[in-house]
């Protein structure tokens, strides 16, 4: 497994990611708001009780653990099963999948970009509904192929509850910024990669 092609890899769907969230800064916001501070990548400003907190990581890890057992279920099909086997070899590739291909990618585009945009237009309650059912419907896409029509709807339902409790997290927890959220959705992309790059994950 080549680190130079993953690391490429990466990046590209990374750039990729920001071609939409930069044109519509740089024609929209760039005269009065930093890019980074426009998609919330700055230091999180706590602003939910802790209990809150708590309740809705511990939904999250939740559902996250719910997703795992579904997509672990396509066997070869999921995203991960190219680390199969790999073990040390594969840990670059996996952290370089996890936190940079997929889940700051993911949450720069869903919620970074989309939410907050549609945030800022219909309020917290229809934005962030409507991003986290883009962010399952993306999901469903992605498995229709490989998947039963019943696994199908869950993968979609899980990763939609997953996408709006990430952006509650993000958006009324955390002021905005969607480092925590990033944090999470890697951590359980590191998970799946390295379980499977080990085969600790069946």
Request: positive net charge; contains cysteine; hydrophobic residues 60%.
């Amino acid at each position: 497994m080549s680190y130079l092609s993953s690391a490429i890899s990466a990046f590209v769907q990374l750039g990729l990611v920001l071609v939409l969230p930069l044109a519509w800064w740089a024609l929209a916001a760039r005269r009065t708001v930093a890019f980074l501070t426009w998609i919330g990548l700055r230091r999180p400003t706590w602003r939910a009780s802790a209990p809150q907190l708590a309740c809705a990581a511990l939904s999250w890890v939740f559902v996250g653990l719910v997703s795992i057992v579904l997509l672990q279920s396509l066997s070869r099909g999921e995203p991960a099963s190219r680390f199969a086997g790999s073990g040390l070899a594969g840990v670059v590739p996996v952290l370089l999948f996890a936190i940079i291909q997929t889940s700051l990618a993911e949450e720069i585009f869903f919620r970074g970009f989309l939410g907050k945009r549609l945030i800022a237009r219909w309020g917290f309650g229809v934005g962030n509904a409507v991003q986290a059912v883009v962010f399952g419907l993306l999901h469903v896409a992605l498995f229709a192929s490989i998947a039963g029509p019943i696994q199908v709807v869950l993968i979609g339902a899980a990763t939609a509850a997953s996408g709006w409790m990430t952006g509650w997290i993000n958006e009324k927890g955390a002021e905005g910024s969607i480092i925590p959220g990033w944090l999470l959705h890697a951590t359980a992309n590191l998970i799946v990669g390295l379980g499977t790059a080990f085969n600790l994950l069946a």
